[in-house]
């Protein structure tokens, strides 16, 4: 079988999980890597055959999105032109995890795919969202990376095609304790400001881990760390709290290992506000934003809050026999979740 895998590099989580799935979908045929974006730290051992700088996200020093730089990168010509030239048609299966150049080579050449991962699970209603939806957020989750069905990942188990989180092996042979400090990884901050968020605690130490950062240093309670798996790893394993965006692979691997868990969603990005109400749901303390009172919150979470432990026992292996099993001859599409939506 030749597969086509598809991968968003629109930040680190979509690369972290497509390194940990690669070695078991290889064991189903020859797979081609297709990573496109330009804004993740992590570099992976992806063995890539085909690369595009692709439609990326790119931060503001304060915490949300820089709206003119992301339509800058905007090439219409750019991506109409490798829309064209990828040969989708060349596979027996193609998985896209929320990647849009793929999504629209299939359509353009009428070929099946399987939208897997985080984002597909929000073509279920049923997936928590916030109280005040948006109508443009709703729209890019289910229309940014068409597909003809859909393999999810959440929190919880909300729809039938929706399985638990893909837990890394470092984190599931982990052992996890705490050396008095907290982990924070906040990617859309600079680290000038992290630096003043933190710095204002100093009875609480903090390993920070910034984009910016490219030799590890301290600065008063703070050890600065460049963005890092492996080094980002220990720390959170051995982390008496972590705080991080409202993401889902870091977020999801800290509810496994039991970790006392603060999460503040990326201003102005959906997904994160819909990841944030489902760990509200779960008991994980949520910020919308850092404000004056964000030190006492901080020293008030750390004293009171209770860690919240999910066991995730949904192995690799069986959410991609399931994957493979059902495309595309039973694909999981959503005119048979949903027959009211008639989508085709």
């Not at 078991?24 to 595009?52: E, M, T």
């Not at 279920?124 to 068409?146: F, H, M, N």
């Not at 042979?173 to 990884?185: E, F, H, I, L, T």
């Not at 008991?283 to 432990?309: H, K, M, Q, Y």
Request: aromatic content about 12%; overall charge positive.
């Amino acid at each position: 079988m030749k597969i086509l895998y598809a991968v968003q590099a629109t930040g680190n989580g979509h690369i972290a999980r497509a390194t940990q799935v690669l070695p078991y979908l290889q064991r189903y045929g020859k797979v081609d890597v297709f990573l496109s974006g330009a804004n993740s730290q992590l570099q992976g051992d992806l063995p890539c055959r085909y690369r595009s700088a692709g439609v990326s996200l790119f931060y503001n020093s304060g915490g949300g999105l820089r709206y003119g730089k992301i339509a800058r990168q905007l090439n219409p010509a750019r991506l109409w032109k490798e829309i064209k030239a990828l040969p989708v048609a060349d596979y027996d299966l193609v998985i896209n995890d929320f990647e849009p150049i793929t999504a629209l080579a299939c359509a353009l050449k009428k070929v099946k795919s399987v939208q897997f991962g985080h984002q597909a699970s929000f073509q279920s209603k049923r997936v928590p969202r916030p109280e005040k939806k948006d109508l443009t957020g709703e729209l890019l989750l289910r229309y940014y990376a068409r597909a003809s069905a859909y393999v999810g990942l959440h929190f919880e188990q909300y729809d039938r095609f929706i399985f638990e989180p893909v837990i890394k092996k470092e984190i599931r042979q982990a052992k996890p304790g705490d050396r008095g400090y907290v982990s924070v990884y906040l990617p859309a901050f600079a680290e000038a400001i992290l630096y003043r968020m933190f710095s204002k605690m100093p009875s609480i130490r903090f390993e920070v881990f910034s984009k910016e950062t490219k030799r590890e240093h301290y600065a008063d309670n703070i050890r600065f760390l460049p963005v890092h798996q492996q080094c980002f790893n220990e720390s959170v394993i051995h982390a008496g709290g972590v705080i991080t965006g409202a993401g889902f692979e870091t977020p999801a691997e800290m509810l496994y290992l039991g970790k006392r868990l603060l999460c503040i969603p990326i201003r102005g990005q959906y997904e994160q506000y819909c990841n944030a109400a489902a760990l509200e749901r779960l008991g994980v303390e949520v910020i919308e934003a850092p404000g004056d009172d964000f030190a006492n919150r901080i020293e008030r979470w750390l004293s009171t809050a209770a860690p919240v432990r999910r066991e995730y026992e949904q192995h690799i292996s069986s959410v991609l026999q399931y994957l493979v099993e059902n495309y595309p001859q039973q694909a999981i599409g959503l005119e048979e979740l949903y027959p009211e939506l008639q989508l085709c």
